[in-house]
């Protein structure tokens, strides 16, 4: 404590004088907006005249002859976008437009050691995709996209069509991070 002539000033108890609080109150709120600009969860690079978003029917150019996959991942691709409101959906004419088809399937061995039983197989899903600037008629960016599963030789088909459903779903989770953060 530091005396003065007629008042004690106790450097710790500055919180009790209101007028340094109301100040304090007003740095905080602002920090706090100018802060909340700096990050964006969606990383910010969609770019601004892009509001709506037609996502196509998702094909299959694997051969794999099931078409019930490309069905599930056009549902999942909306279902996707449609949870995270970057964009409005519209059916056609959107400012950008966003194309998949899956590309290959593929079923293989995991690893087996000799004498042994196949016991697991590991199945892989790759897509293509590319996100369309409808605005300014180019293409934003063409990828490839490709995830895997693994599945146990005793469920058999069930397990393998279980394992490329759980592939497809990461994939649109991955076209979705793709689109809206520029990975």
């Keep these: 404590m530091i005396r003065t002539t007629s008042r004690t000033v106790n450097f710790f108890s500055f919180l009790s004088n209101r007028e340094f609080r109301g100040l304090s109150?007003?740095?905080?709120?602002?920090?706090?907006?100018?802060?909340?600009?700096?990050?964006?969860?969606?990383?910010?690079?969609?770019?601004?005249?892009?509001?709506t978003?037609?996502?196509?029917?998702?094909?299959?150019?694997?051969?794999?002859?099931?078409?019930?996959?490309?069905?599930?991942?056009?549902?999942?691709?909306?279902?996707?976008?449609?949870?995270?409101?970057?964009?409005?959906?519209?059916?056609?004419?959107?400012?950008?437009?966003?194309?998949?088809a899956i590309s290959t399937i593929s079923d293989a061995t995991v690893t087996v050691s000799t004498g042994e039983l196949e016991r697991e197989r590991k199945v892989t899903v790759t897509m293509e995709a590319e996100y369309f600037d409808g605005v300014k008629k180019k293409s934003i960016w063409k990828k490839s996209l490709s995830n895997f599963q693994i599945y146990a030789i005793a469920e058999g088909q069930v397990g393998r069509d279980a394992g490329i459903t759980k592939a497809l779903k990461q994939l649109s989770d991955d076209l979705l991070t793709a689109v809206v953060s520029g990975w």
């Design 53 to 100: 978003l037609s996502i196509s029917q998702a094909g299959d150019n694997s051969g794999f002859g099931n078409p019930r996959f490309r069905e599930y991942l056009t549902e999942q691709i909306i279902d996707r976008f449609r949870k995270d409101n970057s964009f409005t959906l519209v059916e056609t004419g959107g400012d950008a437009k966003l194309t998949a």
């Design 25 to 51: 109150v007003i740095c905080i709120l602002i920090t706090a907006q100018i802060l909340s600009g700096c990050y964006s969860f969606t990383g910010g690079t969609i770019p601004p005249h892009l509001k």
